[in-house]
T-cell receptor, first 116, second 111 residues
Framework: DAGVIQSPRHEVTEMGQEVTLRCKPI?????LFWYRQTMMRGLELLIY????????DSGMPEDRFSAKMPNASFSTLKIQPSEPRDSAVYFC??????????????FGEGSRLTVL | AQSVTQLGSHVSVSEGALVLLRCNYS??????LFWYVQYPNQGLQLLLK??????LVKGINGFEAEFKKSETSFHLTKPSAHMSDAAEYFC?????????FGTGTRLTIIP
């Protein structure tokens, strides 16, 4: 049974370039979360979706960040333009029933972004 | 708002020794609490969770945690550390529909 699939696993880009990270949640899950992990800030929730609808994007750092979920099996996180401070590991996670009431988030392996 | 505090960003124990990772929470409502583990270059995976009922919760890989309301704590323990336990451990509390994670504790096992 496939878990959460993220791509790319690693991305190195130059400041000012557009970055698109992709996520395929577990089939049947209807909540999707984007987290960012850095040494300085730890794990930060950026945005989450229930049934493909963005519920809370208060964690999105600024307008350079945007996320979409056009259908139940795909989501993107876009950074445009990218900056060196965006360098981090970005995780996608999915869960069942619209809220993590069981708390069991299933995480992908992450996308490690380096912005030079 | 809910929050968790993990005491000690790094913990080292000898193989076979007791593992104790500390977590204190703050919550205005009865909390749902979780421990996740992250192995190098991987995502997080659930170790155990407390929602309601029994305050001593058993998880995978021999870990357990006890919910103590009077101490607002949810410490993670394992009687005997194994080399494979080396990882980063995150405590988390559920608020609304979101999980708020602690800053993590990196566990090192000394052979």
């Amino acid at each position: 049974d496939a878990g959460v699939i993220q791509s790319p696993r690693h991305e190195v880009t130059e400041m000012g370039q557009e970055v698109t990270l992709r996520c395929k949640p577990i089939s049947g899950h209807n909540s999707l979360f984007w987290y960012r992990q850095t040494m300085m800030r730890g794990l930060e929730l950026l945005i989450y979706f229930n049934n493909n609808v963005p519920i809370d994007d208060s964690g999105m750092p600024e307008d350079r960040f945007s996320a979409k979920m056009p259908n139940a099996s795909f989501s993107t996180l876009k950074i445009q333009p990218s900056e060196p401070r965006d360098s981090a590991v970005y995780f996608c996670a999915s869960s069942l029933k619209g809220t993590p009431t069981s708390g069991e988030l299933f995480f992908g392996e992450g996308s490690r972004l380096t912005v030079l | 708002a809910q929050s968790v505090t993990q005491l000690g960003s790094h913990v080292s124990v000898s193989e076979g020794a007791l593992v104790l990772l500390r977590c204190n929470y703050s919550s205005s409502v009865p909390p749902y609490l979780f421990w996740y583990v992250q192995y190098p270059n991987q995502g997080l995976q659930l170790l155990l969770k407390y929602t309601t009922g029994a305050t001593l919760v058993k998880g995978i890989n021999g870990f357990e945690a006890e919910f103590k309301k009077s101490e607002t704590s949810f410490h993670l323990t394992k009687p005997s550390a194994h080399m494979s336990d080396a990882a980063e451990y995150f405590c988390a509390v559920q608020g609304d529909e979101k999980l708020t994670f602690g800053t993590g504790t990196r566990l090192t096992i000394i052979p």
